[in-house]
């Protein structure tokens, strides 16, 4: 185990309960403490969307006792990444971070099933985002 993070990713959407959630659970779960994860939203909101816990519970990642949190500059400008999940022109911009958008479907309001293809795509970006810090960040 590496004693220092290859990278710190910072995962931001509007609510910070469903997306951004789902996300920061699969990284930390697949990377464990190779890459720092935060996740905010830009209006967070109370409580993380059951429907995202339980997709996630599907697959034994548990973020059920995760809160939503306020998107602040500091957080950004402690990421090497920031990926945004529709939180559009509410995202701080700085420079010298690598910026990655993802278009996804909001999850707010939705059942499980129709949760799970969110989550799956969510799954594939974050492999992908792991391989790239890796490839980056060994070199």
Avoid at 16 to 21: L, P, T
Avoid at 74 to 91: L, N, R, V
Wanted: proline residues 6%.
């Amino acid at each position: 185990m590496s004693a220092k993070p290859l990278a710190s990713v910072l995962f931001v959407c509007v609510h910070n309960a469903g997306r951004s959630q789902m996300a920061a659970g699969f990284l930390r779960h697949l990377a464990g403490d190779r890459v720092e994860v935060r996740s905010a939203g830009s209006m967070p909101g109370e409580t993380v969307n059951p429907s995202a816990v339980a997709a996630m519970a599907e697959l034994g990642i548990d973020i059920s006792g995760q809160t939503p949190k306020v998107l602040t500059p500091e957080a950004a400008q402690a990421s090497d990444y920031i990926i945004t999940m529709g939180c559009g022109d509410a995202c701080p911009y700085f420079p010298g971070k690598t910026y990655l958008d993802w278009r996804l479907d909001d999850p707010a309001g939705q059942g499980v099933e129709a949760v799970r293809p969110i989550r799956d795509e969510i799954r594939n970006l974050v492999e992908g985002l792991i391989a790239e810090i890796d490839t980056e960040r060994t070199a």
